[in-house]
């Protein structure tokens, strides 16, 4: 019998990673990950134009090369039933009508590139549509990140009217690979909710940019098929069968089947240079206050999500490790110091930091918020820091937590999985500590791009839904990190000490004094 396979494609900050998934055993059978030749475009353009502070840019022909290069590692003279895509968000960008970038057409105008979810240059655009208010806003808490498309758009037809006149289609990054693979424009659910604030009711807001509406376009579910691969993708890439292509997900939401987490009550933290936490209902209740937002039907068929994160996570982490290394590499710089934060009990480095080194998520909404530590001291050590920043971004976590049970989301499972949650389990031990909770961390490779590959298997109908695909397909073992009760008593205090430091508005007014990320532009646009 001839084999028959998915794969799936998880596009990351900066790569793609596939994995490709025998259909008959389950099982993963190889993968791949090719690295965007531009990376994260923050300093300049790639031909040496300035960026302005704030800016997170990428160049939309790096996820064709990278896909092809695994495509083609992974599919060739393969059988491939299936084919799935994440992506991070709200990383969108302008296109003519047939999906070409206006970065092709200008390639030395900032405006035409896609806006990497971090570019935070659009958050005065966001505060501006908070203020001026609407229904919209209701789902997700009266307001919008500057990380979030509507901000973006807003940004590009202020700053650059002519990029915007150019504008056919502005479309999540996401959302455009699925049209380049198929020849059709099929458009995400999730992304158009949770980053676009579309409902099914009203659909896309109205009167916020000048007919960002005509750009847009009506999505489809999680687990909808967008089409068949096209003809010179196949050319390309060798790849034989159907390749039916289902509708692209959220990088952190596509990781749910993957982990067995399909059922009512489990939140789920997706951990890697940023956190994404997930709350899972069957039925409605109003967003608890902080978090980001809430949609149905956008990353499972049949549930609200509940959405909150932080900005930044790893990417924390590594910026420490790589400014004061400890090693000839970064994985060795990242063992001597995890080996030396293990031998610290909670408290003993008489540290308390913010999390907030790529702005606040929540409770606050404000990509201007930054980072913090308090309690320096001559016998302060370079491990004592690092161990203060892995519990302040489990703080962060923990105080997610809180509101969403005070909001009535109950949570009788805590699932943590991606890239950190993988390889740091010093970082899980101190999590399980720090929220008092149980926390399973399933054993499986791939995560996030096995969840991708689920979604193609439901699109072209190889299961019947996504808990078979999570059964089917899914991590098969966890481990389990239990609280120590002594330690856990330890950081309560310590835990108290960051929500009052967290909430104090004259902390924040001073943040957004000394580092204003418009590069000292005025705060309204």
């Known amino acids: 019998m001839i084999g028959r396979y998915l794969i799936g494609l998880d596009f ?59 495509l083609a590692r992974l599919g060739k003279d393969r059988h491939i039933l299936a084919i799935g895509v994440d992506f991070t968000a709200s990383s969108p960008l302008p296109t003519t009508a047939d ?11 900032p405006h035409a590139y896609v806006k990497l979810w971090k570019h935070s240059a659009a ?3 966001a505060d501006a549509i908070n203020a001026a208010g609407g229904a919209f806003l209701d789902d997700f808490g009266g307001r919008l990140s500057g990380e979030w498309l509507l901000a973006k758009a807003a940004q590009v037809a202020n700053e650059a009217p002519a990029v915007w006149a150019a504008t056919e289609r502005f479309i999540e990054a996401g959302d455009w690979m699925v049209m380049r693979l198929t020849g059709c424009e099929a458009r995400n659910l999730g992304f158009a909710a949770y980053k676009a604030q579309y409902s099914y ?10 007919d960002l509406d005509a750009r847009l376009a009506r999505p489809l579910p999680a687990g909808s098929p967008a089409g068949e691969l096209t003809g010179e993708w196949r050319q390309r890439t060798g790849i034989r069968g159907p390749a039916t292509v289902a509708v692209a997900i959220i990088d952190s939401h596509a990781v749910l089947p993957a982990i ?18 997930l709350f899972l209902a069957e039925h409605r209740l109003a967003l608890p206050a902080g978090l980001e937002g809430v949609a149905y039907d956008g990353s499972l068929p049949g549930f609200w999500l509940y959405e909150a994160g932080q900005a930044a996570f790893g990417d924390l982490l ?19 110091y995890n080996a030396e934060a293990a031998a610290i009990a909670p408290g003993d480095n008489h540290l308390v930091g913010l999390d907030w080194w790529n702005g606040n998520r929540v409770p606050y909404a404000d990509s ?31 105080q997610v937590l809180e509101l969403a049970t005070a909001g009535g989301l109950g949570t009788r499972r805590v699932v943590m999985t991606s890239g950190l949650a993988e390889t740091n389990p010093l970082l899980v031990a101190i999590m399980a500590d720090i929220l008092g909770r149980e926390i399973e961390l399933p054993v499986i490779a791939h995560a996030t791009a096995t969840g991708a590959a689920i979604h193609g298997a439901v699109a072209a109908g190889v299961v019947a839904d996504f808990v078979e695909g999570a059964a089917r397909f899914g991590a098969r073992s966890r481990r389990r990190f239990h609280p120590d009760a002594e330690r856990a008593a330890r950081y309560q205090p310590l835990f108290s000490t960051y929500c009052e430091l967290a909430g104090l508005e004259p902390v924040h007014a001073a943040m957004r004094r000394i580092g204003p990320l418009a590069g000292g532009t005025s705060d309204t646009p």
């Open 99 to 109: 999906g070409t970038p206006l970065s092709e057409l200008m390639p030395g105008e």
């Open 260 to 277: 067995g987490a399909v059922e009512d009550g489990t939140m789920v933290g997706a951990l890697g240079t940023s956190a994404a936490y």
């Open 201 to 210: 009711q009203e659909g896309y807001p109205a009167g916020i940019v000048p």
């Open 368 to 398: 201007r918020l930054s980072g913090l530590l308090m309690g320096f001291g001559l016998d302060t050590t370079a491990a004592g820091i690092y161990r203060a920043l892995m519990e302040a971004i489990c703080y962060g976590t923990r």
């Open 12 to 70: 990351g900050t900066l790569s793609v990673r596939g994995v490709l998934i025998d259909v008959e055993s389950g099982v993963a059978v190889d993968h791949h990950a090719s690295s965007y030749h531009h990376g994260v475009m923050s300093g300049s353009l790639a031909d040496g134009t300035p960026l302005p502070s704030g800016f997170a840019l990428q160049d939309p022909r790096d996820y064709l090369i990278a896909a092809e290069e695994v």
């Open 123 to 125: 958050q005065r655009y």
């Open 318 to 336: 590594a910026w420490f490790v790589r400014t004061f290394p400890r090693g000839p590499d970064l994985a060795a710089s990242f063992a001597a």
